[in-house]
């Protein structure tokens, strides 16, 4: 038994549109009649879950940077799905004829003999752990997403309904805030580098203590102890940013920008719970921007964009 990576990949996530509503005739269907209709393959399925896709990547107004970082993750997804994939393919050849002698047992109403069971189940749970090694790979590299969006993107993601016409605010690009939210922590980081040693001294301390206090209120409450790491790292951070040449900084902006926010503890105890579950769990994120459709259209949207994926 072949599998195709990207059927599996579609059981395996979350799909984006729901079915397309057919009108109903006013004649009651018959058996017959209800069968030729759940053989028809609908030609508008897929484009529609493209169209939602495109939609949810407009408005997150990705950037060249993300979208590479998407794509490789898009990459390396399918590097686990073909693993899967073959080891599911051998199970699934070694399960099919225990299932068949099974069947031809309870067919002619026969006492299941202690070997064909064993046989079944041993399988049958390997089958079932093979699956769950699956879930719990896509769920960590979905995770990863997470670290390559804004906050504001993921946001949008949050809150992203899947629909064919978009409602007016979706493809607001400030909505995203891509420019906006990365550019708060630099014009901090800006403000910080352009005070005088006094002003820094008596400042800095307290422009940690607020953000702490913030990151609180929106992303869990650390421990005295965590609290306590978080501010030398931040202050060490700010120190090192000081230091640095203006071609240093302009060239890790970005990434110190990233550093500078604090710790968000909600967010790592749902990594953590997710984790815990058998299998993992595939986010939100995860599953709207790394299904196959989605991809299709990041890929199809970075040669607009000119942007080389190595």
């Known amino acids: 038994m072949r599998f195709n990576r990207s059927i599996l990949l579609g059981l395996t996530l979350m799909g984006l549109t729901a079915a397309p509503t057919m009108a109903e005739g006013k004649r009651q269907r018959g058996p017959d009649q209800m069968n030729q209709l759940a053989e028809f393959d609908d030609p508008t399925v897929e484009m529609r879950?493209?169209?939602t896709s495109l939609n949810l990547i407009n408005a997150l107004n990705l950037t060249p940077e993300q979208l590479t970082q998407i794509l490789k993750l898009a990459d390396r997804q399918d590097v686990i799905l073909k693993e899967h994939s073959a080891r599911m393919a051998q199970v699934s050849r070694e399960l099919q004829p225990a299932l068949s002698e099974l069947k031809g047992v309870l067919e002619q109403q026969k006492e299941i003999s202690d070997n064909l069971a064993n046989r079944v189940n041993r399988i049958d749970h390997q089958n079932m752990k093979m699956r769950d090694q699956l879930m719990g790979d896509?769920?960590?590299?979905?995770?990863?997403?997470?670290?390559?969006?804004?906050?504001?993107?993921?946001?949008?993601?949050?809150?992203?309904?899947?629909?064919?016409?978009?409602?007016?605010?979706?493809?607001?690009?400030?909505?995203?805030?891509?420019?906006?939210?990365?550019?708060?922590?630099?014009?901090?980081?800006?403000?910080?580098?352009?005070?005088?040693?006094?002003?820094f001294r008596m400042q800095a301390p307290r422009i940690v203590d607020q953000g702490l206090n913030r990151a609180a209120e929106f992303h869990g409450k650390l421990t005295e102890k965590e609290r306590a790491g978080e501010r030398e790292?931040?202050?060490?951070?700010?120190?090192?940013?000081?230091?640095?040449?203006?071609?240093?900084?302009?060239?890790?902006?970005?990434?110190?920008?990233?550093?500078l926010k604090p710790k968000n503890k909600i967010k790592e105890l749902q990594h953590k719970m997710e984790e815990a579950r058998i299998g993992g769990s595939v986010g939100k994120a995860a599953r709207f921007l790394m299904n196959p459709a989605a991809i299709k259209v990041l890929r199809n949207r970075a040669k607009q964009m000119d942007v080389a994926i190595k």
Not at 146 to 167: D, H, K, R, S, Y
Not at 174 to 185: F, L, M
């Open 233 to 259: 790292r931040l202050l060490a951070l700010v120190n090192e940013v000081r230091g640095m040449s203006d071609v240093e900084f302009e060239m890790k902006k970005d990434e110190l920008t990233k550093q």
């Open 138 to 199: 896509l769920a960590r590299t979905g995770q990863e997403i997470e670290g390559i969006l804004t906050e504001a993107q993921l946001e949008v993601i949050e809150t992203f309904q899947p629909c064919i016409i978009p409602p007016r605010d979706l493809s607001d690009p400030v909505r995203a805030g891509q420019a906006s939210n990365s550019g708060i922590g630099e014009d901090l980081l800006r403000k910080i580098r352009g005070m005088s040693d006094q002003e």
């Open 49 to 51: 879950k493209e169209i």
